[in-house]
T-cell receptor, first 116, second 114 residues
Framework: ETGVTQTPRHLVMGMTNKKSLKCEQHLGHNAMYWYKQSAKKPLELMFVYNFKEQTENNSVPSRFSPECPNSSHLFLHLHTLQPEDSALYLC???????????????FGPGTRLTVT | AQTVTQSQPEMSVQEAETVTLSCTYDTSESDYYLFWYKQPPSRQMILVIRQEAYKQQNATENRFSVNFQKAAKSFSLKISDSQLGDAAMYFCAYSSNRDDKIIFGKGTRLHILP
């Protein structure tokens, strides 16, 4: 595997379910990100991790719970989601945080989440 | 607050022709970067080109070039000799050199007509 991978690619879940999204980067980077991409809206940054430490939580509801066990893996745990949480969830990684113009972010293909 | 606006939700261009995608932004910063990202149907967002605000020379990457007008806060993307593989959503984006956030526009869907 190369670059940034995400599993699953598609997920359908009920509002009472608990599921997790997984992201893995094979680039030797230290920073990882979760973004939410909703239809007709700009990409929104959710969480940032640098060296496994969370450095940013962009006012995300607690029903989204990130976990970064090491610099290569990032999870997003989901529970009691709402239909409006249906979106494409993108993971990205970069060598370091700060100055995206200097530290390019590399994106995964995303998980298409549908909440029923 | 910084904002990025893409006024063209969709565009079409004939294969081998040239197309220009528009983007305007708003910021009070002087030190920042601007980007164009491409998101094909595979959904993987790819950086196409970046421009540092301090550089007056417009960035180019093969068939992709930008027209950066700093005073007008305009950052358009020109795609020359359009190819079928250029069909995608294109996002204009901004980041200040003072933090790690990228602010994205809503995107322009580009169709390539054979």
């Amino acid at each position: 595997e190369t670059g940034v991978t995400q599993t699953p690619r598609h997920l359908v879940m009920g509002m009472t379910n608990k599921k997790s999204l997984k992201c893995e980067q094979h680039l030797g980077h230290n920073a990882m990100y979760w973004y939410k991409q909703s239809a007709k809206k700009p990409l929104e940054l959710m969480f940032v991790y640098n060296f496994k430490e969370q450095t940013e939580n962009n006012s995300v509801p607690s029903r989204f719970s990130p976990e970064c066990p090491n610099s290569s893996h990032l999870f997003l745990h989901l529970h009691t989601l709402q239909p409006e949480d249906s979106a494409l969830y993108l993971c990205a990684s970069s060598q370091d945080t700060g100055r995206p113009g200097f530290y390019e972010q590399y994106f995964g293909p995303g998980t298409r989440l549908t909440v029923t | 607050a910084q904002t990025v606006t893409q006024s063209q939700p969709e565009m079409s261009v004939q294969e081998a022709e040239t197309v220009t995608l528009s983007c305007t932004y708003d910021t009070s910063e002087s030190d920042y970067y601007l980007f164009w990202y491409k998101q094909p149907p595979s959904r993987q967002m790819i950086l196409v080109i970046r421009q540092e605000a301090y550089k007056q020379q417009n960035a180019t990457e093969n068939r992709f070039s930008v027209n950066f007008q700093k005073a007008a806060k305009s950052f358009s993307l020109k795609i020359s000799d359009s190819q079928l593989g250029d069909a995608a959503m294109y996002f204009c984006a901004y980041s200040s050199n003072r933090d790690d956030k990228i602010i994205f526009g809503k995107g322009t869907r580009l169709h390539i007509l054979p």
